[in-house]
């Protein structure tokens, strides 16, 4: 996979943030249900925090492959952090193209320097997956909406300062009534509630979040009243696309322990790297790793060349790459044994956080489906 100089800086940059900073905490954030303060502080010193984000308003200016580089590279250490990390760029991006000047100015340089962290609040208890039937209301009351309803699984919920929230503002059915406004950690009638207990990504906080009568700035809403589309395509891409590279980072860290604990473990007479049974997992995994991230990375060139009319790339690839860290994990979790099935070795969290990424954001269900449409010039 080819990278330019400036890239392989980047890479090269959250690789050694990853392995001081990420790596040391990963297991204690995943058994603890912590967040993870000081690896996002050690991100921000590196100027990471906006890596997207255009130098005018803080940001370092870089591309979605720069991007994918540094976030294969933390998810490979801390994939908790990744998600946060993740989560915090799709929350700029969004205020990036919605954003009125005085929301851009108000919150992206604080969220580029790391002062403020950006989550994205879009999935109900009632409409799941499908966004489009979200019930959370904005009325317009002056120069405020009053925002009502209840969001779950918000990644980094009760610890972010800035929440990107999906919202009806008027009864037009599906996305013509919906529109993304930005709430701030202490509006008066926001409110966090009982964090999720999960399988995995431990570390990120994932919760619900409750807006009672909410007061958000006019200038707040991103876009135009029921303009959602407009606003979540990009947000929606890069999602799409990180997620990718959060599935790539995982699945090389659970075939570099394979690798490393096939070399070490001896079974009977040889150590079980010398089984072909071992071998052809191995290769297996590699090739799919190998196979995913190449997706990945040509997704990220895509969006960087600029707004597709068929943009089936970035589905592509977290279809594939999260499906196949999936696999890579649980064949990990092979070669590893019964150890790799205690809680003493990394390849038990890794198997967990992967799982998380199929179902993060668009199940792979609805990925095939929306995929399938847009092949079959069905989507509208
Ligand atoms: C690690 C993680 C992080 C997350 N972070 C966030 C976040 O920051 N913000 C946020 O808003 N949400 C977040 N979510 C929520 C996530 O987006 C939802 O879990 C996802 O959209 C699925 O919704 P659901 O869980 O309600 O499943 P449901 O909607 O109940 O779906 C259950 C299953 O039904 C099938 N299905 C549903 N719809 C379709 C369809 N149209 N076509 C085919 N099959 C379908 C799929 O198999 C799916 O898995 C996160 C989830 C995870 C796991």
Redesign the pocket.
């Known amino acids: 996979m080819e990278l330019t100089v400036e890239q392989k800086q980047i890479q090269a940059t959250a690789r050694e943030i990853a392995r001081k900073e990420l790596a040391p905490r990963a297991e204690a954030l995943d058994r603890e249900f912590g967040f993870p303060r000081e690896g996002l502080r050690g991100l921000a010193g590196a100027g990471m925090m906006g890596m997207t984000l255009p130098a005018a308003l803080g940001g370092a200016g870089l591309d979605t492959v720069s991007f994918v580089a540094a976030v294969e590279e933390l998810a490979r250490a801390c994939a908790s952090t990744a ?1 946060v990390y993740v ?1 915090h760029a799709v929350a700029c991006s969004g205020i990036l193209v919605g954003g009125k000047g005085s929301a851009k100015g108000q919150y992206l340089p604080a969220m580029a320097r790391g002062e403020k962290l950006g ?5 109900e ?1 009632g ?5 489009f039937a979200a019930t959370t209301s904005a009325k317009r009351q002056g120069e405020h909406y009053l925002v009502s309803g209840s ?6 919920a009760g610890e972010a300062d800035v929440y990107v929230t ?1 919202v009806r503002t008027s009864p037009a059915p599906g996305p013509a009534g919906l529109s993304l406004v930005v709430v701030d950690k202490g509006a008066a009638g926001l409110s966090f509630g009982r964090k999720d207990r ?1 399988l ?2 431990n570390g ?1 906080s ?1 919760g619900e979040v409750f807006l009672d009568a909410c007061a958000v700035p006019e200038a707040n809403l991103l876009g135009q009243e029921g303009g959602y589309m407009m606003v979540a395509m990009p947000m929606v891409g890069l999602a799409l696309i990180g997620a990718g590279a959060m599935a790539v980072g995982i699945a090389q860290a659970a075939l570099d322990a394979a690798i490393a604990h096939a070399k070490s473990r001896t079974v009977g007479p040889q150590a079980i790297a010398a089984y072909q049974g071992v071998q052809f997992l191995i290769s297996e995994m590699a090739s799919q790793v190998e196979a995913a991230r190449c997706l990945v990375v040509e997704a990220a060139r895509a969006r960087d060349r600029g707004p597709s009319p068929l943009p089936v790339l970035p589905f592509e690839a977290k279809l594939f790459a999260t499906e196949m860290a999936a696999r890579v994990t649980d064949r990990a979790l092979q070669v590893h044994g019964g150890q790799g099935y205690t809680r003493d070795l990394p390849v038990e969290r890794l198997f967990r956080d992967a799982r ?2 199929t ?8 990925l ?2 929306m995929l399938g449409k847009m092949l079959l010039g069905l989507f509208p």
Do not use: W
């Open positions: 998600l989560t989550a994205f609040a879009a999935t208890a409409c799941g997956a499908n966004v969001k779950v699984f918000t990644t980094s999906a999960r995995g990504f990120t994932s998380g990424l179902l993060h954001f668009s199940p792979s269900e609805m095939k489906e």
